[in-house]
């Protein structure tokens, strides 16, 4: 893969968390919630959210597999939206329905550019790029949906628990961990899953 492929991937990751933010944002706002608003977090300005590890370092790092000839995984994220719970109707309900927008905002954008390379052409050089931002995005859903903390999955995962649940606790006492864990060993599986919601989204596209 060229570098100026990396760069371009590197790119559509950084709007994508950017887009995954505003989304918490922008739902928390909705559910009354002006927090992020007020901090001027619901902006497509990348210094507004860009994460110095999470949205560079670990992305360049993952690309270190081109090194050696081999596709790389890369993933990331942005400096989480803050959002003030006790402004919510229902703050266990509203925590859970803010974490699930951002995931739900990268397969809109993956569903919106797989309709867009049915128009454009799946062996064309935009149909290509196309593909790009559609897998990105889909990784991104995907490995926000793993329920370890700090992910959305763990949020979504305490709003579905009884309060206080242990396996929350015991989640919450390890991320770190199981963070690092699941990035060296688990990616692998994550891309499993990625592959095969990419075959049906072009499969539903008539790709």
């Not at 692998?188 to 049906?200: L, N, R, S």
Request: aromatic share 10%; net charge negative; charged share 10%.
């Amino acid at each position: 893969m060229e570098p100026i492929i990396v760069l371009f991937e590197l790119a559509v990751l950084i709007f994508s968390v950017i887009v995954h933010e505003i989304s918490h944002g922008a739902v928390a706002y909705w559910l009354g919630d002006e927090t992020a608003y007020r901090m001027g977090r619901l902006t497509l300005n990348p210094m507004k959210h860009i994460d110095p590890f999470g949205s560079v370092i670990l992305p360049l790092l993952l690309s270190t597999p081109l090194l050696f000839g081999a596709q790389p995984i890369i993933v990331g994220w942005a400096k989480p939206v803050p959002y003030n719970p006790y402004n919510l109707k229902n703050p266990k309900t509203g925590a859970g329905i803010i974490a699930l927008a951002g995931p739900v905002s990268n397969i809109l954008i993956a569903v919106v550019f797989a309709l867009l390379i049915s128009f454009a052409g799946q062996e064309t050089a935009l149909g290509t790029a196309f593909t790009y931002v559609i897998l990105i995005n889909l990784m991104l859903a995907v490995f926000n949906m793993v329920p370890i903390p700090p992910l959305d999955g763990s949020k979504i995962l305490a709003a579905l628990l009884p309060d206080h649940s242990p396996i929350i606790d015991f989640l919450e006492r390890n991320s770190m961990i199981l963070v690092i864990v699941f990035i060296v060993v688990g990616l692998q599986f994550v891309q499993k899953i990625v592959e095969v919601i990419y075959i049906a989204l072009m499969t539903l596209a008539g790709i």
